[in-house]
């Protein structure tokens, strides 16, 4: 017995280590990937004059989506960023989706709101609509009221009201950089027939100074939370994004910030109400329904619009912000199972939804098997003090090292962090994350698990404290 | 174990020493690019301080100066020439010419064969702002190269737009595929009136649907008026698609013969085609289709619908007493909510202008 235990702990332990491997692997392969993609893009860009080619006046329209629940705080500054971007014909809606704060009263007051008598074609089913409002000071601005949906029934919505072609959903309480649209509409312009969405760069705004709906000053958040989530998002965008999408096996376009094809989402009955991660759902939902149909068509990341949205800054919004996301990709995994390994799928099938089962959604869990397997072992004294020691030492040195691949990237793409010190914290927290933080985000992802077979469905509460002026800096 | 354990011990050596170099690597590139940027501002600074008189005094033998004192500095130069050039225009942007020709052209002649393409996309983006009619053979050349390159060469012909550039345009926007032929069309629409005859030989070759329809919006957004005979042939072209941009194309064209064309079109099969004849027949703002735009407003389709009413609306005073009387006439609750909302922003965007 004790013998078939042991060979059972020595195969599962195996198996750990070749995960490890395996996942590492893709990790230097996106990384490496997103090197020779960002530096086509910057040939591209650089002196090819796309504003000059793909003259203002004949630019597609946007409609601008941005779904708010309570947010109060930063909803004037969100709004007025949107209303003052550089393109040249768009229309900014954002919905209210049944805050229960001022949200609604706020907007009322900054933008001279007059609630207005509105036709539209309800293309997809949504919960009441409690009132259309138009701003006397702004012809661009839609303001809509409605019966709280979450958030994927607020941009339902907002679809219904829109009148583009194009549509970009943004988060309420994100920032825009003013020429963020028009390098988003790129990929639209040049291959107007295949591409279907376009997605662009999320950073934290935690940290930053904002004046008049834009970033005056980028700056290292002070939460050392959010600092270390600093470093998440540049793995993950620049890193991991940039690199499935050069294997054009991107299955996520942020909810934050992304441009759609208006008839394709309609086509596929716009966003799920029943998922929470409603972003992923929609681009799965939208690959599947295309290689259906046998109609060729590209989904982009492009590495330099860049949003600006705020992270939390307090465990309880971190542990309720990565368990929604968990929750959200694995219903989106099941609910669009028939996809996985079927090669009708092309490399979506084949590559993309088994890459994020086994090291996405189940990467968590098994991380966790892999301490707690590593703890027994070393408790039990199974296995040799120094070697333990070792491992777990390579596996930070691991980690790191591809955090400071990710650095690499942002430092020889956008470089926004203008000061050596922000460089300094940033590869400081690279090894940082890898005691307490890593393990217990493991732990929150696997716990979305339990939550998720308990049925739970809510977005769980996220404290914002909006964005900070020069005068609030100390 | 030992074994293993001496794997461990230089896989973490290396490991560690590889994230030591990466780590200084970042920073000491960082601390060069950042001393790099230094200078290339001071230099850049020192430039535009110069460029600024030359642009100022418009003499040629200014800008030669410049040329001379900085040709040493081409990569500042040529960025500070750009930056300039994207925002003057006649005897300046000239005088940025003579700089360029003088000190950068030997340079980008080389980078136009240079295997790198950033080379060769700034030195095309040279061309594309200095460009001179000897040029163009020069230029002609890379129609053979990449499509990125191919379509920076396009945009550098627009600017010597000789009958010889256009026709390289025109064959390019045949033989290439249609994203890029989308690129084209916009560079096109840059020529203005100069392109009628090419869209108009070009409309009766053998294109895809795609490229008819884009040479036919193109007769309509520049406008080329002369093509209209063409376009009305395009109206009852079995293709769904060549009919919605010829309905575009007629409403863009702003000729009043064209109504009763889309008065036609509004008992089109597609209801695509029908929206679009609706909004045209607004733009042409003729009274004579008060009824026909008052009866799409009772259409099965809400785009036709739409479309119907807000050009109702461009009518002026006689579409809004229309779009007032269905209101109060409620025969059909649909036209009539489409009436009041098309009363409605049509009351707001007035307070708003």
């Known amino acids: ?474 | 174990m030992y074994l293993s354990l001496i794997v461990g011990v230089y896989s973490l050596v290396f490991l560690l020493l590889f994230c030591l170099a990466l780590f200084f690597f970042i920073l000491l590139r960082r601390i060069i690019v950042q001393q790099v940027e230094k200078k290339f501002q001071k230099i850049y600074r020192m430039i535009e301080e110069e460029v600024l008189i030359t642009l100022n005094s418009g003499s040629p033998q200014k800008a030669i100066s410049i040329a001379e004192n900085f040709g040493q500095h081409p990569k500042v130069l040529i960025q500070t020439l750009i930056n300039y050039a994207e925002n003057v225009k006649g005897q300046a942007r000239e005088n940025l010419g003579v700089i360029f020709e003088a000190a950068l052209k030997k340079k980008c002649l080389k980078d136009l064969r240079s295997w790198w393409i950033s080379k060769r996309l700034r030195a095309i983006r040279l061309f594309v702002l200095f460009a001179r009619p000897e040029d163009s053979p020069l230029l002609i050349d890379l129609m053979k190269d990449k499509p990125l390159i191919r379509l920076a060469v396009i945009q550098a012909l627009s600017r010597l737009p000789n009958y010889r550039n256009i026709s390289y345009i025109f064959d390019a926007f045949v033989k290439d595929p249609i994203p890029q032929a989308h690129a084209y069309i916009n560079i096109m629409y840059g020529l203005g009136s100069r392109i009628e005859s090419f869209v108009g030989e070009y409309m009766t070759k053998t294109l895809s649907y795609e490229k008819l329809a884009l040479l036919i919006e193109l007769a309509g957004s520049v406008p080329l008026r002369s093509l209209y005979d063409k376009v009305i042939g395009f109206s009852s072209h079995p293709e769904k698609e060549i009919r919605i941009a010829a309905a575009r194309a007629l409403g863009n064209l702003l000729i009043h013969e064209a109504q009763n064309d889309l008065i036609r079109l509004t008992e089109d099969e597609a209801w695509e085609v029908q929206a679009q004849a609706y909004k045209s027949l607004g733009r042409l703002k003729v009274s004579d289709s008060l009824d026909v735009l008052e009866k799409g407003l009772y259409s099965f389709n809400w785009h036709v619908r739409y479309n119907a009413g807000y050009s109702l609306a461009m009518l002026g005073i006689p579409g809004i007493k229309r779009l007032k009387a269905v209101v109060k006439g409620k025969k059909d609750r649909f036209a009539s909510d489409m009436a009041t909302m098309v009363l409605d922003s049509v009351l707001y965007s007035g307070e708003a202008t």
Request: glycine letters at 6%.
């Open chain 1, 1 to 474: 017995m004790t013998e078939t235990l042991a060979v059972l702990f020595q195969l599962v332990t195996g198996l750990i280590l070749i995960y490890f491997c395996l996942i590492n692997f893709f990790y230097f392969l996106f990384l490496i990937l997103s090197f020779t993609g960002i530096f086509h893009y910057r040939n591209k860009v650089k002196y090819l004059s796309f504003k000059e080619i793909f003259h203002l006046p004949l630019v597609k329209p946007i409609s601008i989506i941005a779904p708010a629940y309570n947010e109060e705080h930063s909803i004037t500054e969100s709004v007025n960023s949107l209303l003052t971007l550089e393109y040249p014909l768009y229309e900014v809606i954002v919905v209210n989706d049944g805050s229960t704060d001022k949200t609604l009263e706020k907007l009322i007051e900054a933008f001279d709101l007059q609630k207005a008598k509105w036709v539209f074609r309800k293309s997809i089913a949504t919960k009441p609509v409690n009132g259309i409002y138009k701003s006397l000071s702004n012809p661009k601005l839609i303001v809509i009221d409605k019966v709280n949906g979450k958030k994927a029934d607020a941009l339902n919505a907002g679809l219904n009201i829109s009148h583009y072609p194009l549509f970009c959903a943004i988060d309420g309480d994100s920032v825009l950089e003013k020429d963020a649209l028009l390098k988003m509409v790129r990929p639209f312009l040049e291959n107007p027939e295949e591409t279907i969405a376009a997605g662009g760069i999320l950073r934290l705004s935690n940290g930053c100074v904002f004046e008049d709906g834009q970033i005056k000053k980028i700056g290292m958040p002070k939460n050392f939370l959010a600092r270390l989530q600093v470093l998440e998002y540049l793995r993950a965008f620049l890193g991991g994004r940039m690199g499935l999408n050069k294997l054009k096996s991107l299955l996520i376009i942020s909810g934050a910030f992304g441009l759609f094809r208006k008839d394709v989402t309609l086509e596929c009955g716009g966003y799920r109400t029943e998922t929470i991660g409603e972003d992923m759902d929609l681009i799965v939902r939208i690959k599947k329904y295309l290689y259906e149909k046998k109609t060729s068509f590209r989904i982009c990341f492009i590495p330099d619009p860049i949003c600006w949205t705020e992270a939390p800054e307090s465990f309880s919004s971190l542990i309720n912000q990565r368990n929604r996301w968990h929750r959200g990709l694995a219903e989106t995994l099941v609910h669009n199972r028939r996809m996985i390994f079927n090669p009708a799928y092309g490399l979506t099938g084949l590559f993309a939804m088994p890459f994020y089962l086994f090291f996405e959604l189940l990467g968590p869990v098994i991380e966790l098997i892999g301490y707690i397997i590593f703890v027994t072992l070393l408790l039990s004294g199974h296995i040799n003090h120094p070697f333990a020691l070792m491992f777990f030492l390579v596996a930070v040195f691991l980690g790191c090292f591809i955090s400071l691949m990710a650095i690499l990237l942002e430092e020889y793409s956008l470089r926004r962090y203008p000061k050596l010190s922000d460089i300094l914290i940033i590869s400081l927290f690279s090894l940082l994350e890898n005691f307490i933080y890593r393990q217990y985000l493991a732990f929150i992802r696997s716990k979305a698990f339990v939550d998720l077979l308990r049925g739970k469905k809510g977005w769980g509460e996220m404290k914002k404290i909006g964005f900070s002026k020069e005068a609030e800096q100390p």
